[in-house]
């Protein structure tokens, strides 16, 4: 059996058929959108119903998955005591659990599949600053489109994120 491969891609300002014209040149059978809230005041062809039609209507799946790997969960407990996302526990919550194994489970299936988001640049997005690790620690290759002819691997992505520090420790738990 073929196993899929996983990418990540933002829409920024991208016209729907330049969008398309990414997804065609790696392959993508299916978008699953990682946004919190799915919808975009900066570019409304994004919002989820238009995007889910368009990309139905070009033969790409599209499934919603932001409620569980979203940048921003519902879930107080996944934030410190002044507001900001702790990484470790959303990465330990029982929902973006469910949700990366989503995600694998459609991998092992053999669908290549882009988390998809609003952010262009993967840097800025919590597909490689969430999602992205906990795939990576899974040795599983996320690699990051940013046109149709490069891509960022995940390793590439944290060295820029860092600075090129290490992003682990001493004894390998991950810094973020």
Not at 3 to 21: M, N, Q, V
Not at 91 to 111: C, T, Y
Not at 151 to 168: A, D, H, S
Request: proline share 4%; charged share 25%.
């Amino acid at each position: 059996m073929k196993t899929g491969k996983l990418y990540s891609i933002g829409y920024g300002l991208r016209s729907p058929d330049e969008f398309l014209g990414l997804l065609n040149s790696y392959k993508i059978d299916h978008i699953a959108d990682v946004r919190s809230n799915p919808y975009s005041k900066w570019n409304p062809d994004f919002c989820r119903e238009p995007i889910e039609a368009f990309l139905k209507q070009k033969g790409i799946g599209y499934v919603y998955i932001g409620d569980m790997i979203g940048g921003i969960p519902k879930d107080s407990n996944c934030y410190d005591d002044s507001g900001k996302l702790n990484y470790q526990k959303a990465k330990s919550h029982p929902e973006f659990i469910k949700g990366i194994n989503r995600l694998l489970n459609a991998q092992q299936k053999g669908f290549n599949v882009a988390l998809m988001c609003g952010e262009v640049e993967p840097h800025t997005c919590h597909r490689s600053k969430l999602i992205g690790e906990v795939l990576q620690s899974k040795e599983i290759d996320l690699d990051h489109i940013l046109d149709d002819q490069n891509l960022k691997t995940q390793t590439e992505v944290m060295l820029e994120i860092t600075k090129g520090r290490n992003t682990t420790d001493l004894f390998g738990n991950t810094l973020f």
